[in-house]
């Protein structure tokens, strides 16, 4: 993958706006004299997002996250198609996969997590606010808003780490169990890298290049 200095790109073209081209699926100037892959136009978003001001940052991260996830579960395919065989009708690739217990165990982790974390919240939100009591009476050497009771919600803090470690342990050993095996058959024509307008809609599109540009202009 190609890495691009942003300072040398924002010398080079101060005023001309980068546009995203269908046809060619790629990303280029008007006048043809610069062109960015897709990928490499990512690599240079990822690089500078901590440019993007406001709320649009939360935006730009979700788009980015969704053009990382269809890669990802792209290339995922591609390596499946390429560990199987030719199929007897010649139709693409086929072979067999494990199946486990459970086969996605990141979303068991992902709310062995939550639940640990999420019944401690109560209380860090009324410490939070007593830490701010505390430092405008150190300042002001008074306090006229309301109070905070941290210590009501302390016994809440450990409820969920339990529960939480479970769910991420029943994650972990349901992968580990294999049922058995599935056959798999991957068409010749369905590996083929996706065009980013069939990843992402038009709005998304233009919404990742205007980041880009304002962040070029600048």
């Avoid at 005023?15 to 060619?24: A, F, G, L, R, T």
């Avoid at 499946?80 to 072979?95: A, H, T, V, W």
């Avoid at 086969?103 to 939100?125: K, R």
């Avoid at 809609?201 to 540009?213: A, G, H, K, Q, T």
Wanted: net charge positive.
């Amino acid at each position: 993958m190609l890495f691009f200095n942003m300072s040398s790109v924002q010398k080079k073209f101060s005023v001309e706006k980068i546009q995203y081209y269908k046809v060619n699926n790629i990303f280029s100037y008007p006048d043809e004299s610069f062109s960015l892959s897709v990928e490499d136009f990512f690599g240079v978003l990822k690089d500078s997002v901590e440019k993007v001001k406001g709320n649009k940052i939360k935006a730009i991260m979700s788009i980015i996250k969704k053009y990382d996830n269809a890669i990802k579960k792209n290339n995922t395919l591609i390596n499946k198609y390429n560990r199987g065989i030719e199929s007897d009708n010649g139709l693409g690739r086929q072979g067999t996969e494990n199946t486990f217990l459970i086969n996605n165990s990141e979303v068991w982790y992902m709310w062995s997590l939550v639940v640990g974390i999420l019944p401690a919240m109560p209380w860090l939100i009324e410490y939070q606010k007593q830490q701010k009591i505390d430092k405008e009476i150190r300042e002001k050497s008074y306090y006229s808003g309301e109070g905070a009771n941290p210590d009501y919600y302390r016994p809440m803090i450990a409820l969920g780490i339990k529960p939480g470690i479970l769910l991420g342990l029943i994650g972990f050993i349901g992968s580990k169990i294999k049922l058995g095996e599935k056959p798999y058959l991957i068409e010749h024509g369905s590996v083929q890298k996706p065009k980013l307008f069939e990843i992402l809609s038009e709005n998304e599109i233009n919404m990742v290049l205007n980041c880009y540009n304002e962040m070029i202009i600048k």
